[in-house]
């Protein structure tokens, strides 16, 4: 670790049938300086070869005796290996996320300059690969990060931290419970920092590269549990209840209005109903944001395809909007207990996938 800290870390990665992609994330973390003997996998009791082959780098490798989700692998790990009593900070991983060379370092140095932060949250990117949902990704969490982020970290309204890049001081984290009945642990979790009164804050250099899908069905998949989660710990936390509420409390109720009333679609049919020969202005002036979005976010990821592949991903926004839409109808609404994960397809961290 780096020579800066005195602390001890320990990096927690739950995998659940990644073995096409569990020693790529393990080799960049001994690249970037991470000691095997630091590094635990809990093999949620996979099918395929994740154990034996995360074993083989000679990390510490813990399978659990049946399958019961990522938060409960996460759970019995922690108590398995005694995390909490033997490091004063852990970083949760995914087994399909790749390190930055820096990526500890930049932790470590985040830890020196200041130990009283109960959350360090890292900066994640998509892994470059030919489909248009990598290029949309890059685009999203280029602009998210950049500016989204690193505002919410000056104000304390960090809201999720990604569970592929999260260092929690271990006392804190003692603190908190691993809850796996929601659909999004990692969020639950940032919430209960904030309800502990603990400051999370952002790492830019902190940087790992995950995995996107690589097909409409696995995107679709995808953002439908991130969006049913989402929903999920608005109840769980009462974010629109009348209490004492915190600055994150206020944050996630923008969020929620801006992405319910001042999204585009029902502009769009708003215009269309009052003033229709407006719309083609309207939607090139929309166009001509996105564009300049998708030129800085190409520069800064030095990726031409995030520009070049802007008219085809630009329509993802709509598909965006329709799961956020039916988690909201399924979550709060109809009142729906929605656990099913539906795990997308891995594929190799070098591999160019066509669509």
């Not at 659990?64 to 970083?91: C, H, P, T």
């Not at 009945?181 to 209960?192: F, H």
């Amino acid at each position: 670790m780096h020579t800066h800290s005195p602390y001890k870390i320990g990096v927690l990665i739950p995998a659940y049938n990644e073995e096409v992609v569990i020693k790529g994330t393990i080799d960049s973390l001994i690249a970037a300086g991470c000691s095997r003997s630091h590094i635990y996998v809990v093999d949620d009791k996979s099918t395929d070869g994740t154990a034996e082959i995360a074993k083989t780098t000679g990390v510490n490798v813990y399978t659990v005796s049946e399958n019961g989700g990522k938060a409960q692998a996460q759970r019995k790990a922690i108590q398995y290996f005694l995390l909490l009593e033997r490091y004063d900070w852990l970083i949760f991983m995914d087994g399909d996320t790749k390190v930055d060379e820096n990526f500890l370092k930049a932790f470590s140095d985040a830890i020196y300059n200041d130990s009283t932060v109960g959350l360090y949250v890292g900066q994640v990117k998509s892994v470059k690969n030919n489909h248009i949902y990598s290029a949309s990704r890059a685009f999203e969490y280029t602009y998210g990060q950049d500016v989204a982020k690193q505002g919410q970290s000056n104000f304390n309204v960090i809201y999720v931290s990604p569970g592929c890049a999260s260092m929690y001081r271990t006392d804190v984290l003692s603190m908190l419970t691993i809850d796996h009945m929601t659909l999004a642990e990692d969020m639950d979790l940032t919430m209960q920092v904030h309800r502990a009164k603990f400051k999370i804050s952002y790492v830019p250099d902190a940087i790992v590269n995950t995995q996107d899908p690589s097909t409409f069905k696995d995107y679709h998949k995808q953002i439908l549990r991130w969006y049913r989660g989402f929903w999920q710990i608005i109840k769980k936390h009462r974010i629109f209840a009348i209490s004492k509420k915190q600055p994150v409390d206020f944050y996630m109720m923008l969020v929620v209005f801006d992405a319910l009333i001042l999204n585009r679609i029902i502009w769009i049919a708003i215009f269309a109903a009052t003033m229709p020969w407006v719309l083609p202005t309207l939607m090139l002036i929309d166009v001509g944001c996105c564009t300049l979005i998708a030129c800085y976010s190409g520069f800064r990821t030095k990726r031409l395809d995030v520009v070049y592949k802007l008219p085809l991903y630009y329509w993802l926004s709509y598909v965006n909007f329709y799961a956020y839409m039916r988690a909201f109808v399924e979550i709060i609404v109809c009142k729906k207990e929605l656990l099913a994960w539906n795990k997308v397809k891995r594929y190799d961290f070098n591999s160019h996938i066509n669509t």
